[in-house]
C-alpha cells in the first residue's frame, strides 16, 4: 500500500476554510485517497474519498492533483467541533485494508 | 445509514482471563470487517482482515492464537483477547466494510481494555 506524508498539526480560525494537504507520490492506479477523522478517544468517522475525479460531499471536499500524487481536504466553514486528527490514507478498492499513519491534528480556534 | 457498533465500550479484567469484544453492522451487510488497536497517543494499527465464513488474515507480527476472530455472519464480527495481560490494555476499534455505494468503511466508537 502507498504511503502518505501529512504535516503533523495544523490551526485554522473558526468559520475560516480548513485545507490539509498531503502527498503520495507512490500511488498505484487502482488505489484510492481516503480521508478519516478521529475525534479524542472515538472511533474514525469517514469523511470523503475519491479516486482522480474531485469529489464534494456535505462534510468535505477533496481536491486530487492531476498527477494524482498529492491531495488536499477542504472544510469550507471550520467549527470548534472540526478539531480532529486527520488521516490521509491511500488504499486498494480491491483489499479495502487503510494503513493509518500519523495523520494532522487540526486545532480550530475562536 | 452505515453505523457500526461495538460491545462493550470500556471493560476491566485481570490479568489471565480472556475478553471478548463484538462489533455489528447495524443497517448494512458486511463483507468484510477490520480489528485495530490503537494505543495512546499513537495512530491505529490494522490487526486483521476479517472476511464472513472464512478465517482472518492477521497482520505480520499479531499473534493469531492470542487475539482471536470470528466473522461469523454478515453483521457480526467477534475479538477475543486471550490470557489477556496489562501490555494488552489499548482501545481496540473494528470497521466494517459493504458493498456497492457502501464500499468504504465505517468504523465502530471503540472499546476501551483495561488489564489490571
Known amino acids: 500500500d502507498a504511503k502518505t506524508t501529512q504535516p503533523p498539526s495544523m490551526d485554522c480560525a473558526e468559520g475560516r476554510a480548513a485545507n490539509l494537504p498531503c502527498n503520495h507520490s507512490t500511488i498505484s492506479g487502482n488505489e484510492y485517497v481516503y480521508w478519516y477523522r478521529q475525534i479524542h478517544s472515538q472511533g474514525p468517522q469517514y469523511i470523503i474519498h475519491?479516486?482522480?475525479n474531485n469529489e464534494t460531499n456535505e462534510m468535505a471536499s477533496l481536491i486530487i492533483t492531476e498527477d494524482r500524487k498529492s491531495s488536499t481536504l477542504i472544510l469550507p466553514h471550520a467549527t470548534l467541533r472540526d478539531t480532529a486528527v486527520y488521516y490521509c490514507i491511500v488504499g486498494s478498492s480491491n483489499t479495502g485494508k487503510l494503513i493509518f499513519g500519523q495523520g494532522t491534528t487540526l486545532q480550530v480556534k475562536p | 445509514g452505515a453505523v457500526v457498533s461495538q460491545h462493550p465500550s470500556w471493560v476491566i479484567c485481570k490479568s489471565g482471563t480472556s475478553v471478548k469484544i463484538e462489533c455489528r453492522s447495524l443497517d448494512f451487510q458486511a463483507t468484510t470487517m477490520f480489528w485495530y488497536r490503537q494505543f495512546p497517543k499513537q495512530s491505529l494499527m490494522l490487526m486483521a482482515t476479517s472476511n464472513e465464513g472464512s478465517k482472518a488474515t492477521y497482520e505480520q507480527g499479531v499473534e493469531k492464537d492470542k487475539f482471536l476472530i470470528n466473522h461469523a455472519s454478515l453483521t457480526l464480527s467477534t475479538l477475543t483477547v486471550t490470557s489477556a495481560h496489562p501490555e494488552d490494555s489499548s482501545f481496540y476499534i473494528c470497521s466494517a466494510r459493504g458493498t456497492g455505494s457502501l464500499n468504504e468503511q465505517f468504523f465502530g466508537p471503540g472499546t476501551r481494555l483495561t488489564v489490571l
Open positions: 475519491g479516486l482522480k
